[in-house]
């Protein structure tokens, strides 16, 4: 399974790339047994910025009892693959909600348009990402299932050929379990652009096995 998923993460990324940077938290503060897989496939849309739509897929798997690891392809408005660790030392217990911290890098590639005696001349660039997204995260009990929302702090740093920036947002979401079905679960995620990021809507589901 993971040789299949870092074959579609090589494929997408030497496709012909068509906008800039790419952020999401979408997951929440639990993490997968040994020998289990979370697999996330959702839909980013882009509200400002370089607006467009992203088609997403993320794999989180286990790596000890705080840790699991996660690699996310995007292809679309935004096209990139990452690879990260999402390390929850403070668990959701009665009224505490966990506390985490995802550290992670990507890379990815755009183009950028100028305009010049009125006309139009694409660039192709290479985007290389190091992040840090603190969060916490709590399950709440509803009628039909559970629900575990979340929210997020993105921080990062994006080395493009001719700048450095500091990209940052906030970003609110939702996970519902539906009773009966525990091994399938619905996601959502606002994002709000705060310094060189965008503002995105993200809403798609979640297979456990």
Known sequence: MKKI????????????????????????????????????????????????????AQLESYFRDDISLLFAVGAGAHQVISASAKWVPIPDLDRQASLGVLLGVHIGKFKTTNTENNESKSKSQQDFSIFTKAFLSKE??????????????????????????????????????????????????LGFNLNQAFTYISAGAVFVY
């Open 5 to 56: 998923f870092l074959l579609i993460l090589v494929s997408v990324f030497f496709q012909t790339p068509k906008a800039k940077a790419y952020y999401t938290f979408l997951t929440t503060g639990d993490l997968p047994q040994q020998k289990e897989y979370k697999v996330t496939s959702f839909v980013q849309l882009i509200t400002d910025g370089p607006v467009g739509t992203t088609v997403n």
């Open 140 to 189: 709440f009990s509803v009628e039909s299932g559970t629900m575990k929302s979340f929210a997020s702090l993105h921080l990062g740093v994006q080395k493009l050929e001719d700048k450095t920036q500091f990209p940052m947002l906030i970003g609110v979401g939702t996970e519902l379990n539906l009773q009966i079905q525990p091994k399938f679960k619905f996601i959502g995620e």
